[in-house]
Structures are given as structure tokens and as C-alpha cells.
T-cell receptor
Framework: NAGVTQTPKFRVLKTGQSMTLLCAQD?????MYWYRQDPGMGLRLIHY???????AKGEVPDGYNVSRLKKQNFLLGLESAAPSQTSVYFCASSGTGVGWTEAFFGQGTRLTVV | DQQVKQNSPSLSVQEGRISILNCDYTNSMFDYFLWYKKYPAEGPTFLIS?????DKNEDGRFTVFLNKSAKHLSLHIVPSQPGDSAVYFC???????????????FGKGTKLTVNP
């Protein structure tokens, strides 16, 4: 049982390049989320999805796009990477969105934009 | 506007003693409060939670206290162990009347170091 798997785990991008982070969960969870963690800032919600085919903006959505074409996958895209997007990105999933005690997080993707 | 605040970025305690991690919040509408634990190079994992209608919840060595009038909660770890060394995040969310919940709001985290 893998839980929540993020790929890649590390990536270095040049400013202006694009990339997609993949989050996959095998728990049949409806809700999926992308967070970023920056030093001294806690975790901030970028985008989230309440079900297959749906997406919504979180606290810091600018510069990111997401897609949830399959229930088990939630993709986070950076169209034109900027140094300000250097961060650790975490994906999470939960069953219903109620009861965050059941939320599971991936191991994170460390992204550096130079 | 930071709704969940952890004002101590770090805390160091001796093994066997009590660790007390504090968290303050500004939104009186939060329904649940949670603590997550995060080790380096890993994602956060759920530790313990408390409903806004309770003032204490205990799970083994971990106890969370909620003081609604002061908008303050704390996590007590007794006795502290070196394996407890991690970053602890306080978080909160509100239940929606139409079902579901609002997003989880995180504090900035407190790094706990338990010295042998």
C-alpha cells in the first residue's frame, strides 16, 4: 500500500522552464491537495480538488495550474518557473474533506528554480 | 492574516522531561484543531486532534489542551523521547454547514529537539 506518491522527489529548473509534478494516491480518496512549504511559512495551499474533473484555487495559486483527469492522480504544473517557486511541494489526499485526521501526505518534491 | 500562529520556532528539552508546544489562533469559528508531526525529507503525519467542544484529548504520551476563551491550544509530550525530535505543525479547520470542510490552515511549525 503506497499511500500518496509524489514524483519527482527532486528537480532543478531554469527560470522560464516548465514542468509537471505528479501526485498519485491508491486509497480511492476524493479530495486531493497541493501545498508548498517555505522556511518560516508553514504549509500553504496552492490548489485542491474535491473529485475527478474538478479543481479549485487555494491560498497561493498564481503561477500554477492543476488537473485531475483521473481520481487517483493530481498534477501540478508550472508553465514558466520563477525563482520564487523554489520550495518543497507536498501533495495530500483525504477521503471526504471532512476529518483531516484521515489526510495523508506524500514525501514531498524539492524544487529549485535557478 | 495568519489565523494559526506558532510563535516559537524551536524548542529544546531533555529526554524524559515534558515538551509543551503552543499554538494560538484568531478564528473563533474553527471546529477542529490538529497537530501534525514532520520528520526531515518526509511529509507531515497526523498526530492528534481535538474538537472545539472539548478541552482535552489524550493519546498515550501526547495530550492536547484547548482553551477557547484564550484561543490557545497546546501539545504536551510526556515523557519526551529523542524520536520525538521533529517539526510540529498546529492546524485547524472549519466544518461547512453544507457538508465538507474548509481548507486546513497551518501554523508555521515548531522544531522540537529532544536531547538524550
Amino acid at each position: 500500500n503506497a499511500g500518496v506518491t509524489q514524483t519527482p522527489k527532486f528537480r532543478v529548473l531554469k527560470t522560464g522552464q516548465s514542468m509537471t509534478l505528479l501526485c498519485a494516491q491508491d486509497m480511492n480518496h476524493e479530495y486531493m491537495y497541493w501545498y508548498r512549504q517555505d522556511p518560516g511559512m508553514g504549509l500553504r495551499l496552492i490548489h485542491y480538488s474535491v473529485g475527478e474533473g474538478t479543481t479549485a484555487k487555494g491560498e497561493v495559486p498564481d503561477g500554477y495550474n492543476v488537473s485531475r483527469l483521473k481520481k487517483q492522480n493530481f498534477l501540478l504544473g508550472l508553465e514558466s518557473a520563477a525563482p520564487s517557486q523554489t520550495s518543497v511541494y507536498f501533495c495530500a489526499s483525504s477521503g471526504t474533506g471532512v476529518g483531516w485526521t484521515e489526510a495523508f501526505f506524500g514525501q514531498g518534491t524539492r524544487l529549485t528554480v535557478v | 492574516d495568519q489565523q494559526v500562529k506558532q510563535n516559537s520556532p524551536s524548542l529544546s528539552v531533555q529526554e524524559g522531561r515534558i515538551s509543551i508546544l503552543n499554538c494560538d489562533y484568531t478564528n473563533s469559528m474553527f471546529d477542529y484543531f490538529l497537530w501534525y508531526k514532520k520528520y526531515p525529507a518526509e511529509g507531515p503525519t497526523f498526530l492528534i486532534s481535538i474538537s472545539s467542544i472539548k478541552d482535552k484529548n489524550e493519546d498515550g504520551r501526547f495530550t492536547v489542551f484547548l482553551n477557547k476563551s484564550a484561543k490557545h491550544l497546546s501539545l504536551h509530550i510526556v515523557p519526551s523521547q529523542p524520536g520525538d525530535s521533529a517539526v510540529y505543525f498546529c492546524a485547524a479547520y472549519k466544518i461547512l454547514t453544507q457538508g465538507g470542510s474548509e481548507k486546513l490552515v497551518f501554523g508555521k511549525g515548531t522544531k522540537l529537539t529532544v536531547n538524550p
